[in-house]
């Protein structure tokens, strides 16, 4: 069973937008913290944003803030990255990460080791 499923990445100039998405499977995604993380080559995987899904809020890498939204839809079993204003240095392989099952503010988000799922990776591009 595949728990975290990412799509949504594509090829934008500059100043483009790409929305992401995440469908988590509902263990997975029930009460947990998801986050979106990005990968270039050569260069470690980096924390993006991060969202509980039981409601205890949204948190950002200060490269994003205000480009960037998590959201999440509990019917869908679904978190989102809206990405706006996009620069050639987003450019990256975004993944799709969940915790051990509590709220973010109980983790260090950003940091790889508090996740144990991951999905597979969307490449998002942007050209200048």
């Known amino acids: 069973q595949v728990q975290l499923a990412e799509s949504g990445g594509g090829s934008v100039q500059a100043g483009g937008s790409l929305r992401l998405s995440c469908a988590a499977s509902?263990?997975?995604?029930?009460?947990?913290?998801l986050a979106w993380f990005r990968q270039v080559p050569g260069k470690e995987r980096e924390g993006v944003a991060a969202i509980g899904t039981g409601g205890d809020g949204t948190y950002y890498t200060d490269s994003v803030k205000g480009r960037f939204t998590i959201s999440q839809d509990n019917a869908q079993n679904t978190v989102y990255l809206q990405m706006n204003s996009l620069k050639p240095e987003d450019t990256a392989i975004y993944y799709c990460a969940a915790g051990r099952g509590r709220a973010c503010r109980f983790y260090n988000w950003y940091a790889i080791y508090e996740y144990v799922t991951w999905g597979q990776g969307t490449q998002v591009s942007v050209s200048s």
């Open positions: 509902e263990g997975t995604y029930n009460s947990n913290c």
